[in-house]
């Protein structure tokens, strides 16, 4: 192995050392960002599946992940060829939440995010920001300990994509094919903030349909395009509305206005979902302006 890999080896468990003294579960990664070590099921996709790290071997991706030092040292001496390490996120103690930035899809991701934060009352509080090669971020928050955040591409706004359980982040430090991770100047020391209450809600997914009976309150599920009957499609989103209550009007019209977008039904939903709005105590103008916003954010406008 060459000398600029043994070394770029060497620094990367440095840094998956430091960030598992913060309590962050590390696994080593090769440069194209993919877990350095091979699956030991490889010949046999089905136990691949199953799999998560029950055989005692290493090569399960995020399940292999770990902050024990004597652990990773063990990870990091069986890929020798790793040169960056990755940050699993949705374990205990931080419910690492990445919310990454990108800047390659064309959109202005950062600038969907500061809307999406004023449409809905809150702020991004000062916090880890990890600067990719291409020039995306990576903001770390810190989620609460019951709830499941899930890994999803463009569902919150096109260009920002979400790591959650199951999911990790490329640790600062870390080399990869097309350069360095590193932290924004002074936040490289400050702790995960928590996860806004507001940002939270958009990023936990809705129960399902047997847990709305128990949990009315709760976003439904849109289903797919075409498993209504055409006169009940996006019911349950006009009813999502309908229940909300006062601090709940924008963001639960937000919500169902880009839930409708999404599965194809924007445009004739939004008549009744306006109409909902207002009977619930917001105007016209905020109902028609929310909507337009969610039409942009999901591509639609």
Not at 112 to 125: D, Q, V
Not at 152 to 170: F, H, N
Not at 271 to 288: C, F, K, Q, S
């Amino acid at each position: 192995m060459a000398t600029t890999d043994r070394h770029a080896t060497t620094l990367a468990l440095a840094h998956a050392l430091s960030a598992a003294e913060r309590g962050l579960a590390v696994i080593p990664l090769s440069r194209s960002k993919l877990p350095a070590l091979r699956s030991p099921h490889h010949e046999d996709p089905h136990r691949t599946a199953l799999c998560h790290g029950e055989c005692g071997r290493p090569g399960h991706g995020v399940y292999d992940a770990s902050a024990d030092p004597l652990r990773i040292r063990e990870l990091f001496a069986a890929a020798p060829w790793a040169t960056g390490y990755g940050i699993a996120c949705g374990l205990p103690p931080h419910h690492l939440i990445g919310i990454d930035l990108d800047t390659k899809s064309g959109t202005d991701a950062s600038a969907a995010l500061r809307e999406i934060a004023l449409r809905h009352l809150f702020t991004i509080p000062d916090t880890v920001v990890v600067i990719t090669p291409s020039g995306g971020r990576h903001v770390w928050l810190a989620g609460p300990p019951d709830a499941v955040v899930p890994n999803s591409a463009g569902r919150l706004a096109p260009g920002i994509d979400i790591r959650g359980a199951g999911g990790y982040l490329v640790g600062p430090g870390s080399r990869t094919e097309h350069g360095v991770y590193s932290t924004v100047p002074g936040t490289a020391h400050l702790p995960p903030a928590p996860c806004p209450p507001a940002l939270l809600r958009l990023l936990t997914p809705p129960r399902r349909a047997h847990q709305l009976a128990l949990h009315p309150a709760d976003p439904p599920a849109a289903g797919h395009p075409g498993s209504e009957p055409s006169h009940q499609r996006g019911q349950g989103l006009v009813q999502f509305v309908l229940a909300a209550h006062e601090g709940q009007r924008n963001t639960r019209l937000f919500w169902a206005a880009c839930r409708a977008y999404e599965n194809g039904m924007g445009e004739a939903l939004s008549p009744r979902l306006t109409d909902a709005a207002i009977r619930v105590g917001l105007t016209e103008r905020e109902a028609r302006s929310t909507i337009a916003s969610a039409a942009r954010l999901t591509g639609h406008a």
